[in-house]
């Protein structure tokens, strides 16, 4: 069993619509949560951080953990055709100087126009 | 003004070879990172160097050895490629903070598409 399942999709939802991505993990050292997005053929950018239980909010954005049950989730309201792109999550036990971010698998989002 | 430089972009050889990646960040940072990515979108880290000292080491085949000959640079030299070897490639940097208490944000190149033929 992986570390950090995340379901790869794809997932196409219609402009406009909210978009919900999740991720569940076994090990409860984790303590920092990401959300990375990554265009066609680039790097990975992060898109949000959080390191506590509950919701933190971005502009259309959403990143809610849940630590009780091992479980992240990011929302994305008005979702836009430049939102198409493949978001994974990561997380990160975080100890000093050593930071081996964990990724899931990435779950590949389209927006249809 | 790129902050992760990687080259080549794209990199196609035969089985058998020996091939190199370098990479550069202009970001000051002092760790820098090796991430696989494979076919499935799956990114796993390899390696990563903080101040020239190597910390992470994945269970990596010998045949991967990655080099950092001063703290802007990270390069990943592979012996005997292997069909498997396939991937793109990423280097990421970082720069850990002395509260320890902050996530610090790996800012990833864009990356070199590996084929072994």
């Known amino acids: 069993q992986k570390e950090v399942e995340q379901d790869p999709g794809p997932l196409s939802v219609p402009e406009g619509a909210i978009v919900s991505l999740n991720c569940t993990y076994s090990?409860?050292?984790?303590?920092?949560f990401m959300w990375y997005r990554q265009y066609s053929r680039k790097g990975p950018e992060l898109l949000m951080y959080t390191y506590s239980s509950g919701n933190k909010e971005d502009g259309r954005f959403t990143a809610q953990v849940d630590k009780s049950s091992k479980y992240i989730s990011l929302f994305i309201r008005d979702s836009q055709p430049s939102d198409s792109a493949t978001y994974l999550c990561?997380?990160?036990?975080?100890?000093?100087?050593?930071?081996?971010?964990?990724f899931g698998t990435g779950t590949r989002l389209t927006i249809i126009p | 003004d790129t902050a992760v430089s990687q080259t080549p972009k794209y990199l196609v050889t035969q089985m058998g070879n020996d091939k190199s990646i370098k990479c550069e960040q202009n970001?000051?940072?002092?760790?820098m990172y090796w991430y696989k990515q494979d076919s499935k979108k799956f990114l796993k880290i390899m390696f990563s160097?903080?101040?020239?000292?190597?910390?992470i080491n994945e269970t990596v085949p010998n045949r991967f050895s990655p080099k950092s000959p001063d703290k802007a640079h990270l390069n990943l030299h592979i012996n005997s490629l292997e069909l498997g070897d396939s991937a793109v490639y990423f280097c990421?940097?970082?720069?850990?903070?002395?509260?320890?208490?902050?996530?610090?944000?790996?800012?990833f190149g864009p990356g070199t598409r590996l084929t072994v033929l």
């Open positions: 090990n409860s050292a984790f303590q920092y």
């Open positions: 990561a997380l990160i036990i975080s100890n000093f100087g050593n930071e081996k971010l964990t």
């Open positions: 160097y903080n101040n020239k000292e190597l910390i």
């Open positions: 970001l000051g940072h002092d760790t």
């Open positions: 990421a940097s970082s720069q850990v903070l002395a509260s320890g208490e902050t996530y610090n944000e790996q800012f």
